[in-house]
């Protein structure tokens, strides 16, 4: 039974490590530009990302609630993850590779099965 226990904590172990390999983690979360983000898409809607504490985010098109979830970030990546909204897209995950550039963020898309969340994030997205 102790050994059983001690194999599944190393597994849990390994398992943590390969993903902060896979993402590069050297860096923290902390780093990740947190705020609220705009973009006008070319019919005129406006988009507002909020990147908040405790890795939270919410996307609003006109005002109203589009999608909120969680995030997990590194200076250079993000990964999504959908809750609820009517543009959610069940538990699909997005990995987007981030870049600040001043006060605008681009977010290209790296791994991304959700079309509606894809045409949001890789807008050029700018601090409010």
């Known amino acids: 039974?102790?050994?059983?226990?001690r194999w599944n904590t190393l597994a849990h172990v390994i398992a943590f490590l390969a993903l902060v390999s896979a993402f590069g983690?050297?860096?923290s979360r902390a780093e990740f530009p947190k705020g609220t983000y705009s973009a006008a898409s070319a019919s005129e809607e406006q988009w507002e990302a909020v990147f908040a504490d405790q890795s939270r985010f919410r996307v609003t098109r006109n005002g109203k609630a589009g999608v909120e979830g969680q995030y997990v970030s590194t200076a250079k990546r993000i990964v999504f993850s959908n809750e609820k909204g009517p543009e959610a897209c069940g538990?699909?995950?997005g990995t987007y590779k981030s870049k600040r550039n001043g006060e605008t963020l681009t977010l290209k898309a790296v791994e991304e099965p959700c079309a509606g969340r894809r045409n949001v994030m890789q807008r050029l997205i700018a601090r409010k």
Do not use: L
Request: hydrophobic share 25%; glycine share 0%; charged share 10%.
């Open 1 to 5: 039974m102790i050994m059983t226990q």
């Open 25 to 27: 983690c050297t860096s």
């Open 91 to 93: 538990n699909e995950t």
